[in-house]
């Protein structure tokens, strides 16, 4: 009896290992795109662009890490525009149009973008304003409030003073 419950988990176990194998090994098989290129500048502009254009569907990944369906149907759209030979700057204004400025990595300079580009530099300057701001409102007070010596107090510390040297 004892030996086949040990039988019945060894082939559970072995039966659930299969199992999660399998299930990985559906995940593992990514698509790899293969393209062939008139040219190896061809084939760095594709890689370059891939890397900084974002996959509108995805969080924060690149068309390069991103296997969803819009991602692939990017990348094929910008292999066929490089080989149409358009520049780098006709290709990224055509995905912002077509998608925003979310699809950049790093958005173009605009009215919309420009909280973005400089908001953090802005509010960097505006916390040192205030900090130095209220160290000098702070010295002003601690001085403010000492108390002023007498004549006969500075004489004293004159004094002082001079029989410590």
């Known amino acids: 009896m004892y030996k086949a419950s040990a039988r ?11 199992v999660s194998v399998l299930l990985m090994a559906g995940a593992a098989q990514a698509v790899v795109d293969v393209r062939e290129f008139k040219s190896e500048q061809e084939e760095q502009r594709y890689h370059t662009l891939i890397e900084e254009l974002r996959c509108p569907k995805c969080q924060n990944q690149n068309l390069n890490g991103s296997d969803s369906q819009i991602a692939a149907d990017l990348r094929r759209e910008l292999y066929r ?10 290709i990224k204004t055509f995905m912002v149009d077509r998608y925003g400025d979310y699809i950049l990595y790093r958005p173009r300079l605009s009215a919309g973008t420009f909280v973005l580009w400089f908001g953090p530099a802005i509010l960097l300057l505006l916390g040192v304003v205030v900090l130095v701001w209220i160290v000098r409102r702070r010295a002003v007070g601690a001085s403010a409030a000492a108390p002023a010596m007498s004549e006969q107090e500075q004489r004293d510390l004159k004094a002082m003073l001079a029989k410590t040297q």
Do not use: A
């Open 81 to 90: 525009m490089i080989n149409e030979g358009q520049s780098n700057g006709d």
């Open 8 to 18: 019945r988990y060894c082939f559970r176990l072995v039966g659930t290992v299969l």
